[in-house]
């Protein structure tokens, strides 16, 4: 049996999808949706009783399926809520160091306030030890593009920062980045955050069940440039949720359609990390900390997101 005759007798027989390592969606197979499961598409009705007999037939017209790439996981509805609870204390973070970042202090500082708040929720902070991290959180000034490792460094006017938080509460993750400025920003610094913000947006807005997950990069990218900056196609956004990184990888830069079809409770992050000189990127010897190459700044903002059957519900806004 092979093919679309093995889909449909699959489907038939009411396999239990969720605990394979198979799904269906035009002809490819992938984790979580029944015959019983709301149709992808977002009308609200069972797979069965809307897409499920056009998708056989694509499956066996199209010359390229549109599939989910593998080890992409639809999380349940336990786990969107598990997602949404660490998510908004990773946000209740982030409001928390806005209050009290200013020049003066140094990352190591904010290091301890991250750290401290984490603990003292019952969670953990995803970072620390992870594949070797040294800290709680990353702190990217200036130059530095992600990955910043906290230290004695003292922030000073003009500086521009990004914060980003990753916590594990309850085995759930939720993980998001905000930019600041240390006193006044020059032109061209607040310019870049403005526009790096704005591209977190146009990302967003492109979040919707049924579209090819490129769309996000190429909406992004179209902005970035449209305002003189480059998109870094080094690091990207990624699934999250019951891990700290899992699939699908998320382009932040234009290109062809990946074949990776936006389906409802995939959860990831968008993260556009926004250049204002070159796109590319070097590794410093601590093996973590990323710098743009020509030495111009970067900027970065991020949020975990979650397709619904409708459109996107940002889970760390």
């Known amino acids: 049996m092979q093919g679309e005759s093995k889909i449909k007798y699959m489907l038939d027989n009411g396999t239990d999808f969720r605990n394979n390592e198979y799904y269906f969606i035009w002809g490819s197979i992938v984790k979580g949706l029944t015959r019983n499961s709301v149709c992808w598409c977002g009308s609200g009705l069972k797979y069965k009783k809307c897409h499920l007999e056009s998708d ?3 499956s066996r017209d199209a010359k390229q ?6 080890g992409i996981t639809i999380k349940t509805e336990k786990q969107i809520e ?14 928390m160091v806005e209050k009290r970042i200013k020049p003066g202090i140094t990352t190591n ?8 708040y984490i603990v003292s929720h019952g969670a953990v902070p995803a970072p620390l030890n992870y594949n070797g991290f040294p800290k709680s959180v990353c702190t990217s000034i200036n130059d530095v593009i992600c990955h910043g490792i906290p230290d004695d460094t003292v922030l000073k006017n003009g500086d521009i920062v990004n ?18 400025f240390m006193g006044n920003p020059s032109e061209e610094s607040g310019k870049l955050v403005r526009v790096a913000k704005e591209c977190l947006s ?15 990069g190429n909406a992004i990218e179209k902005h970035a440039s449209m305002n003189g900056f480059s998109v870094v196609r080094d690091y990207g956004g990624h699934g999250i949720g019951l891990l700290f990184h899992e699939e699908p990888h998320i382009h932040h830069y234009s290109g062809k359609s990946r074949g990776i079809m936006m389906l409802p ?12 000189g070159k796109h590319g990127s070097r590794l410093l010897i601590d093996n973590w900390t990323a710098v743009t190459v020509d030495g111009k700044l970067s ?17 760390t806004g």
């Open 163 to 180: 914060v980003d938080v990753t916590t594990i509460l309850g085995g759930y993750y939720g993980d998001s980045g905000r930019m600041f």
């Open 56 to 58: 056989l037939i694509s």
């Open 299 to 315: 900027a970065q903002w991020e949020h975990t997101v979650r397709v619904t059957e409708t459109g996107v519900e940002v889970l």
């Open 65 to 70: 399926p549109l599939s989910l790439t593998h």
């Open 109 to 116: 500082e904010i290091n301890e306030w991250v750290h401290e």
């Open 82 to 95: 598990g997602i949404r609870k660490s998510c908004s204390l990773t946000k209740e973070i982030l409001d």
């Open 202 to 216: 146009i990302g967003i807005e492109q979040v919707m069940p049924g579209r090819d997950i490129s769309e996000i």
């Open 265 to 276: 409770n995939m959860v990831f992050t968008i993260e556009p990390m926004i250049n204002a």
